[in-house]
């Protein structure tokens, strides 16, 4: 079963007088459970390819499909709605909220979509251990070292329980044997619990650990093959 489907998709974006095609008929399908690395030269596309897929943009032409609803077809609340509840983001900076302690910057999606977090309450506890931060919860950003800060990232995506996570360079502030302990997180992730990723990556290394490799060159995907680690 496809969870993401992408059919003859273009971006350019209008630069005074030039146009510069960023994606180029892009195709793609991810089924439910992969674990897929888009791989790729800096300025590629990676990023921008990432946004269409997470409905954070929308393609100049073509289609992006999630659960087979047409992406392009929402209404803002909707996309707002789908966003928030049925995928989760993480990205290379943390963007926590400093002042608050690390429970609060976990609940803070329940508290922008109204929920009352008292509702929740299991299912922080929850995301807190699969982060191993039970004994954290109390901590402020600023008392947390890069690897926390972006585990506490990591549950706070997690905690509308979405189908699918988007990571974008998700450890490319962290040093290499921090980066390899998130990535082995996200491989328990996926595979645990049953989440499709997709992620952007530099890293040769990052990207063995999922089970699918695009390779995107100039806009284009150069090549999709199965990843064994």
């Known amino acids: 079963m496809n969870v993401i489907e992408v059919k003859n998709m273009n ?7 030039e146009t510069a095609h960023v994606l180029k008929d892009i195709n793609l399908e991810i089924e439910k459970g992969e674990f897929v690395s888009i791989m ?6 990676k990023s921008t390819l990432l946004y269409l897929l997470g409905g954070l943009d929308m393609p100049s032409s073509g289609t992006v499909k999630i659960n087979n609803v047409d992406l392009s077809t929402l209404k803002d609340k909707e996309l707002c709605k789908l966003r928030n509840e049925e995928i989760g983001f993480v990205f290379q900076f943390y963007n926590l909220v400093p002042n608050l302690n690390v429970v609060d910057n976990i609940a803070l999606p329940l508290m922008i979509a109204g929920k009352k977090s008292f509702d929740y309450k299991d299912k922080v506890d929850e995301c807190l251990k699969i982060i191993g931060m039970e004994d954290k919860r109390k901590l402020t950003p600023r008392e947390l070292s ?5 585990r506490v990232a990591i549950a706070r995506a997690l905690v509308f329980d979405p189908d699918i996570l988007f990571l974008d360079e998700p450890i490319g502030n962290l040093d290499s044997k921090t980066g390899m302990k998130i990535m082995e997180l996200f491989r328990e992730i996926n595979q645990k619990y049953g989440k499709t990723i997709v992620q952007v ?3 040769a290394e990052a990207a063995q650990y999922g089970t699918k490799l695009v390779k995107l060159v100039d806009g ?3 090549s999709v093959s199965e990843n064994v680690k």
């Open 11 to 17: 971006r350019s974006f209008q630069n005074g007088k």
């Open 201 to 203: 990556t530099h890293s």
């Open 220 to 222: 284009q995907i150069q």
């Open 146 to 150: 890069g690897g926390q800060q972006q």
């Open 40 to 45: 790729g030269p800096s300025g590629g596309g």
